[in-house]
């Protein structure tokens, strides 16, 4: 099961750490990433990190504004975005695969098999 939590309304040019809580899972193996989706619009990636190496990747759209982490002890994945943009505004999704997810396709929501159920993010203008 994943939780999310830490979305909220802020204005562009603020910050904001999302978190997502896995439980009963082996947090370690899984390959993590953070999606959203923006009313109308597709679910998009975000952000990845593998268990396996830490190896992250970024979708050019948050490229330099965000960095995701994660707690393994905690089984706690992170996005701390910075910089924000009113485009940032969507709902933000985790999710997680078991396993390590070669790099073409860890940005595919279909790579993954677990998703939690999404924190809002509104940026002001």
């Known amino acids: 099961q994943l939780q999310a939590c830490g979305g909220g309304l802020v204005q562009a040019g603020d910050s904001l750490r999302l978190s997502c809580a896995a439980s009963?899972?082996?947090?370690?193996?899984?390959?993590m990433a953070w999606f959203r989706q923006a009313p109308g619009k597709e679910r998009v990636f975000v952000a990845a990190i593998r268990g396996s190496d830490a190896t992250t990747r970024y979708a050019d759209s948050v490229k330099g504004r965000a960095m995701i982490s994660r707690d393994n002890p905690k089984n706690t994945l992170y996005l701390q975005m910075n910089s924000l943009k009113p485009e940032d505004t969507a709902v933000y999704y985790c999710a997680a695969y078991r396993g390590h997810l070669i790099i073409s396709t860890i940005s595919r929501p279909l790579s993954y098999n677990y998703w939690g159920q999404g924190t809002q993010v509104t940026v002001s203008s």
């Open positions: 009963g899972v082996a947090f370690r193996a899984y390959t």
